[in-house]
Structure formats: C-alpha cells, structure tokens
C-alpha cells in the first residue's frame, strides 16, 4: 500500500509559478514509478509528468520547457515544479504512484490548479 498527498494547488495568474508537492508514506520501496497528472473541467485524465525509479524522465508535451518533476528520496516527496503557467494548464493535479511487480496504482485526493489570464 502507498498513500499520497498532495498540496501546493491554488489560484495564480497566467505567466506565474506554483510548486506542487506529493507526500509519499507505505511500501515506498517498490514503487517503479511516480507521475503527475491532470483532469480539466470536462476532460479525460492526462499525464503530465512522471520520473521512473532509475532516473527516466516523461513531460507531455504541452508542458515541456515550463514544468519540472523531481524527488526527493530524503523527504519521501515528490514536486512538480511548474513556470510560465496557462490558463489551459487550469485542473486538478494528482499524484500517481505504480507499485510492485503488478504495477498496482495509487492516487492522491487532488489539488486544484487555476491559472487566471
């Protein structure tokens, strides 16, 4: 079991920042996998960004240059730092973890994202 949260989510104007962090506690040790993804208003979920245990980077490609997933092992948390911010980037954001040799998957409660223009 893995357990996820998020925080950092909240109302920003369009060309601004925001730092999203997700808190990861349970069996930490198996996981091969964390990701960011995002749910628009009327819109599938979408990945966003995810690192693979080992190293391996992914962004989607709308968010390259501007968003940027990272962990830190010490901490147990994950961030997804994300600039130059859109109005389309506007959503809840939740953190995914992929676990074990099943690649079980777990999700975090959501932090809203709004970016104003």
């Known amino acids: 079991q893995v357990q996820l949260v998020e925080s950092g989510g909240g109302l920003v104007q369009a060309g601004g920042s925001l730092r999203l962090s997700c808190a990861v506690s349970?069996?930490?040790?198996?996981?091969?996998?964390m990701g960011w993804y995002r749910q628009a208003p009327g819109k599938q979920r979408e990945l966003v960004a995810a690192?693979?245990?080992?190293?391996?980077?992914n962004y989607a490609d709308s968010v390259k240059g501007r968003f940027t997933i990272s962990r830190d092992n010490a901490k147990n948390t994950v961030y997804l730092q994300m600039n130059s911010l859109k109005p389309e980037d506007t959503g809840v954001y939740y953190c995914?973890?992929?676990?074990?040799?099943?690649?079980?998957?777990?999700w975090g409660q959501g932090t809203q994202v709004t970016v104003s223009s």
């Open positions: 995914n973890a992929d676990q074990g040799w099943e690649h079980d998957e777990y």
């Open positions: 349970g069996s930490i040790f198996s996981i091969n996998a």
């Open positions: 690192i693979i245990t080992g190293g391996s980077i």
